[in-house]
């Protein structure tokens, strides 16, 4: 039985149980005890079904809710003919979330967002973020958000209401710290910001813009306080993340000196402390990114009790276990955070996700992990849609109730019959193969692959972080494999293209996911031109230049047409790449990549998420 998550026990009985044709009769065949025989747990549950109907067995209203949706999946399989069986289950991880990112050129509409939540609920998560930087409706910062869309106060009261009812519990998440460059952009900001200019990374081979708030500067707390006094207030939820991760710019500014008589360690825990008092004023309980502390870990002892530590880390070999163990030692409340591995992919990377995401729910088990956190995230722009992450969502969802491994046959089934409504099969098994593609061109790196960042590389003149390797790839990658790639990608979308969807909202999914798998074709033919300009082939790369135009042209219409179903605003923050590179394919055949074919470095590659 194609279950996700796989239950703790099933016993199969013999015999079957047949549900009334019509549905308004099931309730009568489906009884609802609260017992204390069900498994021990709030959320544990006896799913009994016999030859004269069903019983749930359970402790607490979660634990009848998991029950139901373990109910909904074997109808969804078997139909009204039920097989007589037994189930006993309750999850290793008591809080069990998704958090995704609306702050990098995606911000998801409404409809979206309530179709993400029916669909998570279904596997059993009980917690959803959405992760904001600038990108709520802030009355007073409407210049700052409005080309990239907003959630409004309306917005999240209807989503946290259906939430509600689902059994997830909508988080409130304001970044309050690091990664506010949206706001000290804005020019009554800017003297809120640690830097009021960009300064070279300490790889030197990009520029970081201001994104780190003052912590000195006496007008900080009040510019929070306005944020959290408007946002709070539109969420049920009892925990508010301020974020708090990646402070580059710490030290470097207004608060030099500071962090030089005190430590900066030092100064980034009393601003936390200060936000963790605005935090429980308000009533809430703060959780926060966990990166920052784990770099002075004489002061993890020092945080407060009642907060919360994300303890993200997204590559397959992170030392998860060794930073939860430091949070468990020091009695600090703590979140594993894995991540889809589909940002500055286009298609994914899920055989690193995978490994991620069971390191994770290892470690967290181990060391008493609070939650199970995973994250998909949105760097370089957001090019890659859901229906790339959703193989690893649902992954995510079933380790973080039964840690044991996925069995992702399972998966894919699942994903077909549940989020996909592809009675062929073959649009989960695609998404899954698609997201092993960059497999064939032989290149490891953290957080891309040529695949996602060649495509979406940045104009080198703006020494922008995101995707900054992408022009570099094409050195270092053989022909051969890279072609070996292309034609990955284009045996799925040939399978993608004879699926039989059922649902509209699944026909959109399989739509985006044949974008993203077009754009990443592309990211296999803009390196082959520029090797063919490199060796001065003028044949090929003529050809190759007049079909990559094209092909850009027609991939640049289709994915505007294609943004204002599952999006806000327009895609300006999220697809200019395109234009990109057929300017780069336009510019004179010496140099069509602004120096970048010549290269010979090694290029750089930032471990991180910024």
């Known amino acids: 039985m194609n279950l996700l998550p796989p ?149 999240i009261k209807i989503l946290d209401a259906r939430c509600r009812k689902l059994g997830i519990d909508l988080v409130p998440n304001q970044n309050s710290f690091g990664h506010l ?128 530590a994300l303890n993200w880390g997204y590559e397959a070999d992170h030392p998860l276990a060794r930073e939860a163990a430091q949070f468990a030692k020091a009695k600090i409340p703590f979140y594993v955070c894995p991540g889809t591995s589909t940002w500055q992919t286009l298609i994914g990377k899920h055989d690193n996700a995978l490994a991620n995401l069971h390191a994770a729910a290892h470690a967290g088990k181990k060391f008493g992990a609070a939650g199970f956190l995973n994250t998909d995230w949105g760097d370089g722009g957001h090019p890659q849609p859901l229906a790339v992450s959703w193989p690893m969502l649902a992954a995510g969802a079933a380790l973080a109730w039964n840690t044991k491994p996925l069995d992702t046959k399972k998966l894919v089934s699942v994903l077909n019959r549940d989020v996909f409504s592809d009675p062929s099969g073959k649009v989960a098994d695609a998404a899954l193969k698609l997201g092993l593609a960059h497999q064939k061109l032989g290149i490891k790196a953290p957080n891309e692959t040529p695949l996602g960042t060649v495509i979406t590389a940045p104009k080198p003149e703006e020494r922008e972080l995101f995707c900054r390797n992408g022009l570099k790839w094409f050195s270092k990658i053989p022909a051969a494999k890279i072609e070996a790639a292309l034609q990955a990608i284009e045996k799925q979308r040939t399978i993608l293209a004879r699926a039989k969807i059922k649902s509209s909202s699944a026909k959109i999914l399989a739509q985006e996911l044949d974008l993203a798998a077009r754009m990443a074709a592309q990211s296999c033919k803009f390196m082959l031109w520029q090797q063919a300009v490199a060796a001065k082939n003028s044949i090929r790369s003529k050809t190759l230049k007049r079909q990559g135009i094209q092909e850009l042209r027609k991939l640049e219409k289709d994915f505007i047409l294609y943004w204002p179903l599952r999006n806000k605003a327009t895609p300006r923050h999220c697809s200019g790449f395109l234009r990109w590179r057929i300017e780069d394919y336009l510019a004179n055949n010496s140099s069509p990549c602004r120096n970048h074919l010549k290269t010979k470095t090694r290029p750089a590659v930032f471990c991180g998420r910024v």
């Not at 026990?9 to 549900?19: D, E, P, Y």
């Not at 373990?70 to 109808?75: D, E, G, P």
């Not at 640690?194 to 300064?199: D, G, K, T, Y």
């Open 181 to 308: 460059r949206g706001f000290l952009a804005d020019p009554r900001l800017k003297k809120l910001g640690e830097l009021a200019e960009p300064f070279i990374s300490e790889t030197k081979d990009f520029l970081r813009r201001p994104t780190t708030l003052a912590p000195n500067h006496p007008e900080t707390l009040p510019f929070l306080r306005g944020l959290y006094d408007e946002m709070l207030p539109n969420f049920s939820s009892r925990f508010f993340n301020v974020g708090c991760d990646e402070t580059w710019d710490l030290g470097k500014g207004q608060s030099h000196k500071l962090c030089e008589t005190k430590g900066k360690g030092r100064v980034y825990l009393d601003f936390l402390k200060k936000l963790h008092r605005e935090v429980k004023a308000r009533d809430r309980k703060m959780m926060f990114w966990g990166d920052i502390i784990l770099k002075h870990p004489a002061l993890i002892r020092e945080l407060p009790k009642n907060i919360i």
């Open 7 to 155: 239950p703790r026990s099933l016993i199969k009985r013999t015999g079957s149980f047949l549900l009334p044709k019509e549905k308004s009769l099931w309730p009568r065949a489906i009884k609802l005890i609260r017992s204390p025989s069900a498994p021990n747990h709030p959320e544990g549950y006896t799913l009994a079904i016999a030859k004269h109907g069903i019983s749930i067995f359970y402790r607490d209203l979660p634990g009848a809710r998991a029950a139901q949706a373990t109910l909904r999946q074997l109808m969804r399989e078997q139909g009204r003919k039920l097989p007589c069986l037994e189930i006993r289950d309750w999850p290793d991880f008591p809080r069990r979330g998704v958090m995704l990112d609306i702050s990098r050129g995606r911000v998801p509409k409404l409809e979206t967002l309530l179709d993400l939540a029916e669909k998570l609920a279904g596997f059993k998560i009980n917690e959803l973020q959405l992760y904001t930087e600038h990108t709520f409706a802030y009355r007073k910062y409407k210049s700052v958000w409005q080309s990239w869309g907003a959630l409004t106060a309306k917005e």
